[in-house]
């Protein structure tokens, strides 16, 4: 007899891990000495935990520590860290005890949206848009709207397509930096969002996994400085580069905080306890940090210098993040076979637009910048021969 299966079954996959297989392959199948595939499908940082992290996860082995769970909202040395980041970094006030460590960003978003909605409920979001959002709203039964975004407002929602919303959403999930774009909200649009989403009852959902990697155009505001009722979103996945290691966080308003320690008690326990001991000691390691980051600007600034003459002239605002999303409707309407033909004929590996947008994905593809640097140089010199341009 077949059984039933349920609603989360149905979640579509995140098809850059498709393309991550079949750059896989390809690498795999080159003859010995043929120039290797250049990695711009992911968006993990090329280079490992900073030193400092990985010493402290070894000393905390060595030295024979439990290590077993931690409190469900993290240990308190460490939500105290985060609090002196959101002090020094951004001059705001978080006291630890509205701080949950959680596993990673991706484990953040089922308490939040466990803990601020109800099925059914509507939760709006940028479209090109980072796919878990809508995927998992989708599996717990409440509802993604999407607003369709594009070069004019930087991707990015404006309080004017909120306000033409009817019914009105109960959430919006904004990010800045973003994901596939790589645009981000100035601060006074992320606070007239934030300060219109509390007037409204509308609950905002930031994400702000890309803060510390931003290139200077527009500044970096975190929606806490702006809204008592915002859940703020962060993890070491990115600037910290620890992906691996799974830790993030919640910045949460009163409200929610006990409703996210029942839950998280529940649903995880704790997140791993030497990965949080690495990720507080990482918070300290800002020299390392920096010369990671400075490799992304030089990367960076070689590809919009370079991808423009290789026959990529259309590129969204790169404001932050280490992405760029490229409109390629000149080139092809279907980014998925392009992605394909650019791997097979140029060894380089793209993510297709239609993991972040259903509807416009096809016209659009995304580069990522935060692989190895001498990678990155080579892309458009290897893009232009391919297309002809050379
Ligand atoms: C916008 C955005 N949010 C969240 C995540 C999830 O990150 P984590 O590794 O912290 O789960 C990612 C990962 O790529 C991302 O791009």
Redesign the pocket.
């Known amino acids: 007899m077949a059984l039933k299966t349920g609603r989360g079954a149905e979640a579509p996959p995140f098809l850059v891990m498709d393309v991550i297989a079949a750059a896989n392959a390809r690498a795999a199948a080159l003859p010995p000495g043929a120039p290797g595939i250049l990695r711009m499908e992911v968006?993990?940082p090329g280079s490992p935990a900073p030193r400092g992290a990985t010493e402290a996860a070894i000393r905390a082995l060595q030295a024979g520590a439990p290590l077993g769970y931690t409190e469900a909202l993290g240990n308190p040395s460490l939500r105290a860290r985060i609090a002196r980041h959101y002090r020094e970094h951004y001059g705001l006030e978080a006291p630890p005890a509205r701080i949950a460590v959680t596993?990673?960003?991706?484990?953040?978003?089922p308490l939040a949206f466990l803990a601020a909605f109800d099925r059914g409920d509507r939760v709006a979001m940028a479209a090109p848009f980072?796919p878990?959002y809508a995927n998992i709203l989708t599996a717990l039964g409440m509802e993604p709207v999407l607003l369709e975004c594009g070069p004019e407002t930087r991707f990015q929602p404006t309080v004017a397509m909120l306000d033409a919303l009817d019914p009105r959403p109960e959430g919006l999930v904004v990010?800045s930096p973003?994901?596939p774009a790589g645009t981000m909200l100035a601060p006074e649009e992320l606070a007239a969002i934030a300060r219109w989403c509390h007037a409204n009852g509308v609950r905002l959902i930031s994400?702000e996994?890309?803060h510390g990697l931003s290139w200077g155009s527009v500044a970096e505001s975190s929606a806490a400085a702006f809204s008592e009722s915002a859940i703020v979103?962060n993890?070491?996945?990115?600037y910290w580069c620890m992906?691996g290691w799974?830790i993030?966080w919640l910045l949460l308003p009163e409200d929610l905080l006990r409703p996210v320690e029942r839950l998280a008690q529940n649903l995880f326990i704790s997140a791993p306890h030497v990965a949080q001991v690495a990720a507080e000691a990482a918070m300290d390691c800002t020299e390392e940090l920096e010369a990671k980051k400075a490799a992304y600007a030089r990367s960076r600034a070689l590809l919009l210098e370079g991808l423009p003459r290789a026959g990529f002239p259309r590129i969204a605002a790169a404001d932050g993040?280490f992405y760029l999303w490229c409109d390629v409707g000149h080139l092809t309407a279907d980014s998925l076979d392009f992605c394909a033909r650019m791997l097979e004929g140029a060894g380089i590996a793209a993510t297709p637009g239609v993991d972040f947008d259903r509807a416009r994905g096809r016209r659009f593809l995304r580069f990522s910048y935060c692989g190895e640097e001498a990678a990155m140089a080579e892309a458009p010199a290897r893009l232009a021969a391919w297309l002809g341009r050379n």
């Not at 993890?235 to 990115?238: E, I």
């Open positions: 968006g993990q596993v990673g960003a991706s484990g953040a978003f980072y878990p990010a973003c994901n994400d996994i890309y979103v993890s070491f996945s990115k992906t799974r993030g993040a």
